[in-house]
């Protein structure tokens, strides 16, 4: 069993920058990919970044060269660094851990999840 705790998020303008922070506990968190998606209103939950247990990195096209993943293995956090956001970034963002190989970003391969946190990006 692994608990997932997403923390972070907030409100910012256009062009501004968030990171948002996922901790995990568990028997197995350790030893799983983590990865982020988002879900705005009326929209489908996307995948936009993942992180392998080796650091193999996962980015959506829409977030290439703006968020950037990363993993402290000392302190099993998992940090989304969002610079240059846009309001189309606006959404509910979610963490997510699982062990399927390679990792991927659809959900379906996460299995735990955290409640999320909201991300607000005004023009």
């Known amino acids: 069993q692994v608990q997932v705790v997403e923390s972070g998020g907030g409100s910012v303008q256009a062009g501004g920058s968030l990171r948002l922070s996922c901790a995990a506990s568990?028997?197995?968190?350790?030893?799983?990919?983590r990865g982020w998606f988002r879900q705005a209103p009326g929209k489908e939950r996307e995948g936009v970044a993942a992180?392998?247990?080796?650091?193999?990195?996962l980015y959506a096209d829409s977030v290439k060269g703006r968020f950037t993943i990363s993993r402290d293995s000392g302190k099993n956090i998992v940090y989304l660094i969002m610079n240059t956001l846009e309001p189309e970034d606006t959404a509910m963002y979610y963490c997510?851990?699982?062990?399927?190989?390679?990792?991927?970003?659809?959900?379906?391969?996460?299995?735990?999840w955290g409640q999320g946190t909201q991300v607000t990006v005004s023009s």
């Open positions: 997510a851990a699982g062990m399927e190989w390679p990792v991927t970003l659809t959900s379906s391969d996460y299995k735990y």
């Open positions: 568990g028997v197995n968190s350790r030893s799983a990919n």
């Open positions: 992180i392998s247990v080796y650091g193999t990195t």
